[in-house]
């Protein structure tokens, strides 16, 4: 099922991620969260812990299934309470000799996990990210419109 | 397809394993499989705007994904601000009917 748009122009927008709906409900379950315990925070430390949830509720939608989701999910070492068993991806061993520049270096440091692949991968995985970002991007733009109307 | 610029036949041993008849790599990542996803990305490049509309070279492919993935970086991180200044100010029932509101629709 084509999940609906929020983009507000009535046409179905063609990159958001299948699992939009799962985002959404992720992010607002932190939002709610965030919102409860942190009332008497700076708006600062607040607005580093809605980005954190941002990247987590992205990571968790995603899965396992992608690297960079799983690289993302590591870094923020979300501790849920259900126990999740991550399996070990295995690492592509790199050439010891590096002589010539890596045309996708830059590249590699903006996708989580990025180092580690190869560049056929990197690629693969750069669309699923941008996707899923465009996705979580909207989805915040649409919570900030709705709030602040 | 898309155009290369010359360092690539220098930097192809490094930057994977691109499979031309003369290497004896894993042959599995072949050039086309590379275009494609090249392709793709600038798709997804055109649909948010981004960069020329001609076929672009791999270079440029991968230079304006890169300030794509840092604007929206930036994006995340202006949008977490604004929402934590509107949490502050909203009440904790109406700004989540608010939301709940709008994603019902």
Known sequence: MEPKSCSGDGNPSRNLHPSKPLMAANFLRCLSRIQQTATNSSVGSRSRRIRRAAYASMAYSAGHRRAWSWALLRKLRCRRVRPVILPRRPRIARPQVVIEIDRAEVLRKLVPGGTGMDYCRLLEETADYIRCLATQVRLMQTVTDSISS | ?105
């Open chain 2, 1 to 105: 397809m898309i155009a290369q610029n010359s360092s690539d036949t220098n930097s192809q041993k490094m930057s994977g394993r691109r499979s031309r008849s003369r290497q004896s790599s894993s042959g599995r990542i072949t050039d086309q499989q590379i275009d494609d996803l090249m392709s793709k990305l600038q798709s997804l490049l055109h649909e948010a705007r981004v960069g020329s509309h001609d076929r672009a070279s791999a270079a440029k492919v991968l230079q304006d994904t890169c300030s794509y993935i840092r604007s929206l970086h930036r994006e995340v991180d202006d949008l977490s601000e604004r929402l934590s200044e509107l949490l502050d100010a909203e009440g904790v029932s109406s700004a989540q009917a608010a939301i709940i509101r709008s994603l019902l629709m």
